[in-house]
């Protein structure tokens, strides 16, 4: 299904002419509205007559998340506040927040991408759709909400929080489709589960996740959990919010919306270019935002682009899922260790949980790492050679995956703490004295 056909249809060529025509105007845009960005194109050499091809793209210097908090709090914005009718900010973890600005028109174009992405998947007016992101400065919730309004589907803003409440409307209202992160409509289930209401009782058939990474095999387990559809849409505040890239029912890869985001995927070391399905860090150009537009905006998120249609029918690119962020990235005894590398082999296995958290510590000179894990099965605890011998499966498996040696914790179920927004699940103690 399509929100928008003609233009997710589009052929490519008329795509890139579309791109093109938008750069031009991005970049004439920040060079002449926005101080910061004139004197950054200027110091590179760059005027605006000299986007020509899209190609030509790199010629413009990266912009970073530095970059905005440098001109906090509204030092990127391209139109004054009087054109500004919402501000959204991403609560970075330290200091100040990254703050960004919309027009009407950015609203306007905001909610046509996020319906694209809703109705991708299925979502219809059919719907009743329970956001249970944290409304409020974080773009998650009202950036579903007017989407999915624009749909006509029928939202129940119930925010984050009093996860039995969130059962109890589930249950109530008949609600079909979920708006949460991942992790949150995991721990979801486990308290429907605990509060006695059974998949049967409800009539939730598709989740709509994102917001946080989350690897095919943790996707299972949420989708088991409430015996749903999982879907994946990604974006960020600073390029807009939810409704960059979504998947469709087929969900090999994230559409990108490409008549507003211009993508390319670099090498993070060495900033050059990479080609066509090869990994690498995402970063996007705003096409049409008036508010805060941004030019080759470094994301930080891992992925690969690909550009062949997809079968169902969409012409636009497709980012496949997210495999974490340069950042998320641990360097533990020199060797590069992703959660989600660890993610994938602990939620193969069987009488683990899907809860788990990453400690790093520094010892001495030496970097450590404990993966721990909670058993489903509490009794299990009680039989030192099973519990031994799991332990020692588990840490085979990661040396296998991870090329290093980490200490196993199986812990009680539900002893690890539960997130109702994105989930924090690496505690990175170096750094932190004697830690
Ligand atoms: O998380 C926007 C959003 C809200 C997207 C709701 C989808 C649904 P920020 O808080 O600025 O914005 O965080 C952006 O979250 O750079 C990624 O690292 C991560 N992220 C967002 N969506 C996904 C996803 C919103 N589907 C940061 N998969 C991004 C993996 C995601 N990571």
Redesign the pocket.
Known sequence: MFFQKEIETMPRSKIRELQLERLKWTVAYCYENIPFYHKRLSDAGVTPDKIKCLSDIQYIPFTTKADIRDTYPFGLFGKPLKEIVRIHA?SGTTGKPTVVGYTRHDLDVWSDCVARLCTAVGTTDEDIVQIS?GYGL???AL??HYGLEKIGATVVPASSGNTQKQVMLLKDFGVTALVSTPSYALYMSEVAKEMGVSNDELKLRLGLF?????TPEMRMQVEKGFGLFAT???????LM??GVSGECEHRCGLHINEDHFLAEVIDAQTGDVLREGESGELVVTTLTKEGIPMLRYR???ITRLHYEPCACGRTFARME??TG?TDDMLKIRGVNVFPSQIESVLISLENIGPHYQLIVRREGYMDTLEVRVELIDSSLLDHYGALEQMQKTIKSKLHTVLGIDCKVSLIEPKSLERFQGKAKRVIDLRGQGNA
């Open positions: 991403s992101f974080f773009t998650g950036g579903l994102g917001s946080e990474g989350c994946d849409n990604y974006g960020m505040s600073e919010g939810p994301t930080k998120d899922k997210t962020r």
